[in-house]
């Protein structure tokens, strides 16, 4: 069975593990900082919630195999993959680490809204396109994982 935030064991595994995450907890690859990566996926989950834009990098390529092989492929995102500049914590853009327990509780807590979502009605992924509840709410647990593995959690 895929692994999704409309799981209740697969959001809670997930946010058990974000609870092991410290803000001096070494990255195994990237160049982010634990807290700059919580604050990037506060603003993954902003962008899925349709409550922040970013550029669109979409071609044909990546609305249809590259969305499918990181949906459904069986294997885990792999260290490298690129994002949008306005949630690039690396380049600047998104927002910036405050108080790392309390950015911890904000991801907590899109986390949960993220999970409960079901209307996704004119949201597109800026680099996969459109996608249906079911394709955010998988795309919510993988982003999730990628990063929390990113830190060794």
Request: aromatic share 8%.
């Amino acid at each position: 069975m895929e692994r999704t935030l409309n799981q209740d064991q697969d959001k809670a595994e997930l946010l058990r593990r974000l609870g092991l995450l410290r803000p001096d907890s070494p990255r195994r690859w990237g160049r982010m900082t634990a807290p700059q990566m919580v604050c990037h996926l506060i603003d993954s989950h902003k962008v899925a919630l349709g409550e922040l834009t970013v550029s669109p990098d979409m071609t044909l390529f990546t609305r249809t195999v590259m969305k499918w092989i990181a949906l459904k492929a069986p294997l885990p995102w792999p260290p490298g993959i690129g994002t949008r500049p306005e949630i690039d914590q690396v380049l600047g853009g998104g927002t910036k680490p405050a108080d790392f327990t309390a950015d911890v509780a904000e991801i907590a807590r899109l986390t949960e809204r993220l999970a409960a979502e079901r209307d996704f009605t004119g949201r597109t992924h800026p680099i996969f396109g459109a996608m249906s509840a079911a394709d955010w709410l998988r795309w919510g647990y993988l982003h999730m994982d990628h990063h929390l593995r990113q830190f060794g959690v």
